[in-house]
Every structure is written in structure tokens, then in C-alpha cells.
């Protein structure tokens, strides 16, 4: 258990970093302006699956590489620092590549995307482990959850800010394409060095157990006999896999407007309005479970929206581009919640001396987080929206049952 000041801390300064990361977002919202750009570049919804696997499944493909380098490190703050300030120059790089050849060679900044994507998804990865692991040691359980409900309401609070700055970028006349893009994107590139400001302030503790020796290929080998001896651990797995699903939805919900309802870029900003403020909206109702539940309860519904939301947007494409809000307002609800519930129970149900192992585990395994996308816009491509997303609902309705069970 903390001290009281070490504990205000370690607060403010998660908070200050969970701020600036949703203003620093939004600049790059994987379900908004990320979506809209990439089609401003190549119509091919296969190279957009591509890219959002890379954004989701990069990060996890690599973390038991992480784990294990990470794990031979009682102090792991500098990694995450290192890992933050290169996702910011991945922001810089997209944005110098889609202001000089967003207009006269598209096929070389859609073409360069592959390596800024890569490098925004791998220094997420690596910093994503260093981050958990250093809250799970400052913070005991009931405490993480909580922190992970505060940080999420002045994270939509910052991600409220910016699509109001989105909003206005992509609404004034003379900043057309690619400027208005490049803008966002500097935006992103700077608010990143300021986001990590706040974990110069922590006192992080070092890890409390003996670190064992061994190389990559034996550290491999204890993965099955994790899976093998805890069977929590191996239905998180599976379920996470399958809910999957859903997200590899999240970006097409927005390339499904521009086709359906032929909507300008003024819809980008108000549509990522409509995301933050379900997003804000959700906050209170996920604090209160977090409070009065476990952060399990928050999982549990969080899947069986995102069973429903297909089905959703199914019916509000028939009404126009406005009540299509609405779809976004609740992707802003499953955002959150994931953010609140998943990583939390994982951190509840792993032990501590095994946490890092978990963590990478988890992120490994987790390979449909990769594969999806790419299947999901084939599946759009050869099939439609509507299969596609009568797919995704059936698939997270039986993944609320095994959570149920």
C-alpha cells in the first residue's frame, strides 16, 4: 500500500498523462479521422483492414517479446517514456509525408503509412506493458479500478476538446486536403512529449520479486503451463479473441457513412463529438460499477453492446447521416468500457509474480485482434455491410454467454 502522497501522485500524475493522450487522440481517432484520411488516399478497404490490424495487433503480437525484455528490469518508467515519444514521432512522420504527397503521389504516403503505423503500433506496445506494470505496483486492486474510471472521465473530458478541435479544423474552407490532415496530425505530434510529463513526477517502486533467468525460447515454453494451470486465464483469452470482433467494426462504421449517406468532412468532427460525448456520458455509469461491482460486471456489458450495436446501425442507415449519431454515441460507451473493465480484471485475476508474463501472454494470444480487420474488409468487399455485421453480433452474443458462465 502506498503512502498518501505517493498515492496523490501517482493520481495526477496518470491523470495528466490520460488528458493529454485523449486531446493528443482524437487527432488520429481510429474510428473517425484516421477512417476518412486513409480513404482520402486508396479506396481499397482491404489495405484499410491492413492498417488497423497493424494498429490493434502489433502491440500484442510483440508483447510477450516485451514481457520478457521488460522482465529482467525491477524499474520500467524509462521504457515507457522511450515508448511514448516514439509513437509521437510516428505522428510527425504521417503528417510530413500526407502534406507532400498526400496530393501529388498518394501511393507513396499510403505507401509510408506502413512503416509510421507500424512504429505508432509497436512503441504503443511496449509502453503499454511498463504502464500497466507500474500502476499495478503503485496501486492495489480497488484503487486501479477507481483510477481507471477517474482518468477515463478527464480523458473524455480532453477527447471532448479535441474533436471540438477536429471539428474546426475540418470545417474551415481554405483548409482543404492535405493541410487540414497534417495539422491534426502535428497536433497529435506534440501533444504526445506533453502527455508524458506527468510520469517525471512518480516514485515508482521496484519489482518486489526475484526476476528469473532464462532465454526467449524457454520463457515461451512456460506459456502453455500458464494457460494449462489457470483456467480464468485461458476463458479471458478466448473471450477477449472473440470480442475482437466487434472492434475490427469500429473503423468501418465511419467509411460505411461516407458510401451510405454521401457525408462530407463535417462529419468527421461531428461524429467524433457524438463518440466523445457517449463517452463522457458513459463514465458515470461505469464509475458507478466500478464502485459498486468489479471491474468483470463492466466486461459483461460491454460485450453485449457490442453485440447489439451492429444490429443498431443496420436500422439507423435507413433513417440518414444524423441518427447515424447514434451509433457513434455508443461506440463511445464499449471504448470506455473496455478501457475500464478488460485490462483491470486481468491485472485482478493474474498473480503478482507472474503479472508481466500475463500481460504479455494476453497480448500474444490475442491474435484475432490481428486478423479481423483484414477479414472484415474482405468480408465488406465481397459481401456487404449487412453480412458482416450480422457476423460480429452473433459471434459477441455467444461471447457474453462464456462470460456469463
Request: glycine share 6%; charged share 10%; net charge positive.
Amino acid at each position: 500500500m502506498t503512502n498518501n502522497k505517493n498515492y496523490r501522485i501517482t493520481y495526477m500524475a496518470f491523470i495528466w498523462h490520460a488528458f493529454f493522450l485523449a486531446l493528443t487522440m482524437s487527432m488520429l481517432d481510429l474510428n473517425t479521422v484516421f477512417p476518412a484520411l486513409v480513404s482520402e488516399l486508396t479506396a481499397s478497404k482491404i489495405i484499410f483492414g491492413f492498417f488497423y490490424s497493424i494498429m490493434l495487433g502489433v502491440p500484442l503480437i510483440f508483447n510477450l517479446i516485451f514481457s520478457h525484455y521488460l522482465k529482467k528490469y525491477r524499474l520500467k518508467r524509462k521504457f515507457l517514456m522511450f515508448g511514448i515519444y516514439l509513437r509521437s514521432f510516428s505522428f510527425l512522420g504521417m503528417a510530413v509525408f500526407t502534406y507532400y504527397f498526400g496530393i501529388s503521389n498518394p501511393t507513396l504516403a499510403i505507401s509510408s503509412f506502413f512503416f509510421w503505423v507500424f512504429l505508432f503500433s509497436i512503441s504503443s506496445g511496449f509502453a503499454g506493458i511498463a504502464y500497466a506494470d507500474i500502476i499495478a505496483k503503485i496501486l492495489p486492486s480497488k484503487q486501479r479500478t477507481e483510477l481507471y474510471a477517474v482518468k477515463q472521465f478527464f480523458s473524455s473530458i480532453a477527447a471532448f476538446m479535441g474533436g471540438l478541435i477536429v471539428t474546426r479544423i475540418f470545417s474551415i474552407g481554405n483548409l482543404v486536403f492535405p493541410i487540414n490532415y497534417s495539422i491534426s496530425l502535428c497536433i497529435g505530434f506534440i501533444g504526445l512529449f506533453i502527455a508524458s510529463l506527468g510520469f517525471i513526477f512518480i516514485n515508482e517502486p521496484p519489482s518486489a520479486t526475484i526476476l528469473e533467468e532464462g532465454n526467449f525460447i524457454q520463457y515461451l515454453k512456460k506459456v502453455p503451463l500458464f494457460l494449462k494451470a489457470d483456467y480464468n486465464f485461458r476463458r479471458y483469452i478466448i473471450i477477449e479473441n472473440m470480442t475482437s470482433s466487434s472492434i475490427m467494426l469500429l473503423p468501418f462504421y465511419m467509411i460505411y457513412a461516407k458510401e451510405v449517406f454521401q457525408v462530407d468532412n463535417s462529419y468527421i468532427g461531428k461524429y467524433l463529438i457524438f463518440q466523445v460525448i457517449g463517452t463522457i456520458f458513459s463514465n458515470v455509469v461505469w464509475a458507478y460499477i466500478a464502485k459498486k461491482f468489479s471491474s468483470k460486471t463492466i466486461v459483461n456489458i460491454c460485450i453485449l453492446m457490442g453485440a447489439l450495436i451492429p444490429l443498431i446501425a443496420i436500422g439507423l442507415s435507413f433513417l440518414g447521416p444524423n441518427y447515424f449519431a447514434i451509433v457513434f454515441f455508443l461506440l463511445g460507451f464499449i471504448i470506455s468500457g473496455r478501457r475500464i473493465g478488460f485490462e483491470p480484471y486481468l491485472l485482478d485475476i493474474a498473480p503478482e509474480e507472474h503479472r508481466t508474463e500475463y500481460l504479455g501472454i494476453r497480448g500474444t494470444l490475442n491474435i484475432f485482434v490481428v486478423i479481423l480487420p483484414i477479414v472484415g474488409g474482405m468480408f465488406i468487399e465481397t459481401l456487404g455491410y449487412y453480412f458482416t455485421m450480422g457476423i460480429v453480433s452473433v459471434v459477441m452474443f455467444v461471447a457474453a454467454f462464456l462470460m456469463k458462465k
